[in-house]
């Protein structure tokens, strides 16, 4: 039974150190390990702050089993107030280090300084059942009553450009897949609000749920699947006026926004392909072309 701390490295090719600090409390009694992760992205602070809480005030002796928790995963991102950071193949070594021995993981995102975002949980599919019934059952007891479910396909087909396409198109292989562990994300908190009230009671409710904690769980209704999702990007640069918030409720053919350029034209009208919810959305003035607007979930 004890707390203990200490830093991951890794130098890339250019003589670059980067590092991640791992906090572990290993229970009065035996049991299983979960690694949780914050801060991913280093502008999504209430994951953050709740993994910094979670280390800081858990009693090992209310614990079973073991829990990992990287409290800063890309600590560049993090310290140099970085967005949309990507993921160095070290932090990936150092994520992977971090969960293997793991039997779940649960690593808190949310929306980063210019971003506007409904609670949600993403749920892994790795094409195992029992993982998958088992990353549905934390999702559920998460508490933020909406899940989106997501499946890696696969490696993209070449694209000339060399670049990869967005992460909503086509997502990479996650932690999940190459350890054949449940795994959930949750997104929760936005624009650089440090609020943890979500975040750190759902992690907790999960913990509970898992056996790691003592005391029941909160037991929560099924949570909602999304069912089709819409990104929309902008068509070019310009000037993003939207027009609706998150959590709203929107028709078909409903004004979103507009793209306008400094003079005030309207460069990009965007409106809603269907009935959905705002999910998540953009509301930083600039956009380039290509640009992440916002996402709608069909619920």
Known sequence: MMKKSCFLSRTDESGLTRRMPIGLIEGATPGERITVFGGQHGTEYAGIEATMRLYREIDPADVTGTIVVSMATHEESLMNWIQFAPTYPEISDMMLEAATGSQYIINCHGGEFTELMHPYVICRLIGNEDAEA??????????????????YRGEPPPDPSGKRPAWWLW??????????????????????DRDDTIMYGGIINVLKELGFLEGPPVQ????VVIGDRWWLTAHQDGIYFPAVTVGQDVEKGANLGVVRDYFGNVLQQVTAPEDAKVMNMNIGMPVRKDGFLIWLGQL
């Open 134 to 151: 088992l990353a549905m059952r934390m999702a559920r007891a998460f508490g933020v009553g909406i899940v989106s479910l997501s499946t």
């Open 220 to 223: 929560y209704p099924e949570p």
């Open 171 to 192: 997502p990479k292989k996650g932690l999940c897949d190459k350890l054949g562990v449940p795994e959930i994300t949750p997104e929760v908190g936005q624009v650089g």
